[in-house]
């Protein structure tokens, strides 16, 4: 019988693999087949664009969310803390990554506990919606916001990943009426992410119903966590099950117009292949509120702080410059932009 590894040496395989490994989707995001119509006269001071927005009694400097990744190691510590000190300085919205490794060891809280450098940020906890047919429930969704005093819970959805994961957790039956049970007791607001496949209009009314308030489609075109999960398998036939799956996964764009067209009312965030403030732009024109990137953020944390600072700032600058040019003043007016299809 294999030997399944630990969660925290999970998590830093996670973290190796994701910064030296070619662990891209074969799936594209969609989002090279929309342009902005250009404005040659636009009407505008680029320096008085307004690319704020309130969020779960937050408000946010720009739309950019440094969308979950890690926590559960030492090198977990100082990325987290890394991403909160520029999410503070910069004035943008975080989710950490799953915190069950905290939860059932203690002692590893610290690696998700960035409030000590980010007092103001828009935080997001993290843990698994299958793990309600592991044993959690309610009272661990509460740790999980209290450990790191969270404004809002996010319950991932990754079946696809734990389903080519060496001994994942595979019983996804009756999850939605134990999501649904959260949404209501649960003191913060729950949001539903996808962890790189995208959310299918089916997914998105089932998720409505259940009462989440809002949902991260983390669609295909980014990282593929089949892929991550073919390099540090333990076997040839589980790698071989892993990358079977490269091409799996419903693009970003179509993800979001999925749930825009199920839940029309329903709060998006946008990420999976999201790569700069052009995409993020487009992201919102298609009914986004935020676009998260993770990647581009986990190079730069991996450095310091001040790295990532400056990726943040050359993101929010990419979206006023988009915005400037398409004589959108604001996020609001940018979302009644055209886009034009270049493929159909």
């Not at 989440?212 to 990282?223: M, N, R, S």
Request: aromatic residues 6%.
């Amino acid at each position: 019988m294999t030997k399944v590894a630990p969660i925290d040496q999970r998590k830093a395989d996670h973290i190796k693999i994701n910064l030296e490994q070619d662990v891209r989707s074969a799936v594209t995001t969609g989002l090279e087949n929309y342009r902005f119509i250009h404005e040659a006269l636009p009407e505008l001071d680029l320096n008085r664009i307004d690319t704020t927005l309130g969020l779960f009694g937050k408000k946010l400097q720009s739309p950019i969310l440094v969308s979950s990744m890690t926590g559960g190691t030492s090198a977990a510590e100082t990325i987290n803390l890394r991403l909160a000190e520029a999410a503070q300085e910069c004035g943008v919205a975080m989710g950490v990554g799953s915190q069950r490794a905290a939860i059932e060891h203690p002692e590893q809280a610290s690696t998700f506990q960035v409030r000590r450098v980010a007092k103001d940020i828009l935080l997001f906890a993290n843990i698994g919606a299958v793990q309600f047919n592991y044993g959690y429930g309610i009272d661990q969704c509460r740790r999980a916001v209290e450990m790191i005093e969270a404004d809002a819970l996010y319950l991932h959805l990754n079946p696809l990943q734990e389903a080519v994961q060496d001994a994942g957790d595979t019983n996804w039956v009756g999850l939605a009426k134990k999501i649904e049970d959260v949404c209501k007791k649960l003191e913060v607001p729950v949001i539903a992410k996808e962890v790189g496949w995208g959310i299918s209009e089916k997914t998105a009314k089932l998720l409505a119903n259940c009462g989440v308030q809002a949902i991260d489609v983390a669609g295909a075109g980014g990282t593929s966590w089949s892929q991550v999960e073919m390099h540090r398998a333990p076997d040839e036939f589980t790698r071989q099950l892993a990358a079977t799956f490269v091409g799996w996964g419903i693009p970003t764009t179509e993800s979001i117009l999925n749930v825009k067209k199920a839940v029309p009312a329903m709060t998006v965030f946008a990420s999976g292949g999201v790569k700069d403030g052009l995409d993020i732009a487009k992201c919102i024109a298609l009914g986004a509120t935020l676009g998260g990137m993770a990647g581009n953020f986990l190079k730069a944390a991996a450095i310091s702080t001040d790295n990532v600072v400056e990726m943040m700032r050359l993101t929010k600058r990419q979206i006023e410059v988009t915005m400037f040019a398409t004589g959108a003043g604001n996020l609001h007016k940018l979302e009644d932009k055209l886009i034009k299809k270049i493929n159909s």
